[in-house]
Structures are given as C-alpha cells and as structure tokens.
C-alpha cells in the first residue's frame, strides 16, 4: 500500500485523500450509490423540518447515513472480487448477492426508521 511509512498528521491527510478517491470512484462507477446520494440529499432537510427531537433528526438521517455507508462496502466489495475474475463462480456470485442484501437491508432499516418517527 502507498505511503505506509507515513505517520502522524501526514498519514491522516493521506487517509483523507485515499477516502475522497474511494467516494470519487463509487460515483464514478457505481450508479446505485448517485441515487442513494440523492436520496440522502432530498431526505436530510425532511429529517431537519420534520423530526420532533434532536434524537429523532439524527436517526433520520443516520439510517440514511448507514445506507451510504453499506452502499460503499458493497461496491468495494464487488470491484475486489471483479479484480479476481470476471467469469461467473458461486463464491463470486455469493459475495456479491451478500453484499446486494446487506444494501437491501439497510434500506430496509432506513424505511422501518423514518415510517416508525413520522407514523
């Protein structure tokens, strides 16, 4: 890995860049992570106008957070095991369809969360 001899303040600015890589290639690459972006960007300010409570905001908008963030495991996912071989093999195809339901799972999750504080 690139620039493991970094240390201190230096290795936090390199993290930083590596992190702004993988959100600029998950946009890039990944259409399912634009939509759920835009669904974070629409949702925010409902959660803001909407929520009662402090409490009821942040999980709003957390359960919104936690699809972007599952959303950016399973594209890492897909593009390590797409770098192994793209011809079809079962464990490939598992990894991915696990990945595909912690997503589902976690929109799941966000629409549990948002029906139960507005409902």
């Not at 690459?29 to 009821?56: K, N, S």
């Not at 011809?87 to 969360?113: C, F, N, P, Q, Y």
Request: glycine share 6%.
């Amino acid at each position: 890995m690139a620039y493991q001899e970094a240390r201190g303040i230096k290795r936090l600015i390199n993290a930083c860049f590596f992190s702004a890589a993988g959100y600029k290639a998950t946009w890039q690459h990944e259409e399912a992570f634009r939509l759920e972006v835009m669904l974070f960007v629409v949702t925010t300010p409902l959660a803001i106008w909407l929520g009662q409570t402090t409490v009821e905001k942040l999980l709003l908008i957390g359960s919104m957070v936690l699809v972007l963030l599952v959303e950016l495991l399973n594209s890492a996912i897909e593009a390590a095991v797409d770098r192994i071989g793209l011809e079809h093999h079962e464990l490939s195809g598992r990894a991915k369809d696990i990945g595909s339901a912690a997503v589902m799972t976690s929109l799941a999750w966000a629409a549990i969360t948002w029906t139960l504080i507005l409902f």
